[in-house]
C-alpha cells in the first residue's frame, strides 16, 4: 500500500458526510479539525493521517477489530494495538513519506501525549485527533 496524502483522507471523509454514510459524525469531525482548524488542530490531524497508515501497513491484523468498533466515537488505543503502536513508534524519527505531504515523526511525538508514545504533558494534547483519524482509515484502507 502506498502512504496517502491528507487530501485523500479528506476526500474520503467528505464522502463520508456528503453520503451520510455510518462514519459521518467523525469524519464531520475530523474535517472541523483538520481543514476546519476549529481548534487550530489542523497539523494534529495530517500528523494522524500519516502515521496511522503506516501502523496498519506493519500491522494489518488490526484492522478489522478497529473496524468493528463504534463508529460514531473515536478509537482508543488499549491492549496488544495500543503496545503494538508504542513498539511501532518510538523508534521513528524525522520526515517519510513524500515530500510535499509533510508527514513527520517528531512533530507526530510533539502533539501526542506519553500514553501514545509523545512528549506532551497536562491536557489531551492530539490524543483526540489520532484516535479519530485511526477509527477513521481503519475503515478507509478496507
Not at 484516535?131 to 475503515?139: G, P
Request: net charge negative.
Amino acid at each position: 500500500m502506498a502512504l496517502k496524502s491528507r487530501q485523500w483522507f479528506q476526500d474520503k471523509c467528505h464522502n463520508e458526510v456528503r453520503y451520510d454514510r455510518s462514519l459521518a459524525d467523525l469524519a464531520n469531525r475530523a474535517m472541523e479539525l483538520g481543514p476546519g482548524n476549529v481548534d487550530n488542530t489542523t497539523g494534529h490531524i495530517l500528523q494522524a493521517v500519516g502515521a496511522v497508515q503506516e501502523f496498519f501497513e506493519a500491522h494489518p491484523e488490526h484492522l478489522k477489530p478497529v473496524q468493528g468498533s463504534d463508529p460514531k466515537i473515536p478509537f482508543a488505543l488499549q491492549g496488544q494495538i495500543l503496545e503494538d503502536w508504542l513498539e511501532f513508534f518510538a523508534p521513528r524519527h524525522g520526515k517519510y513519506g513524500r515530500g510535499e505531504f509533510g508527514y513527520n515523526w517528531d512533530t507526530l511525538r510533539n502533539i501526542l501525549t506519553r500514553k501514545y508514545g509523545g512528549k506532551t504533558t497536562g491536557g489531551g494534547g492530539g490524543d483526540n485527533e489520532f484516535e479519530i483519524a485511526f477509527r477513521l482509515i481503519a475503515s478507509f484502507l478496507d
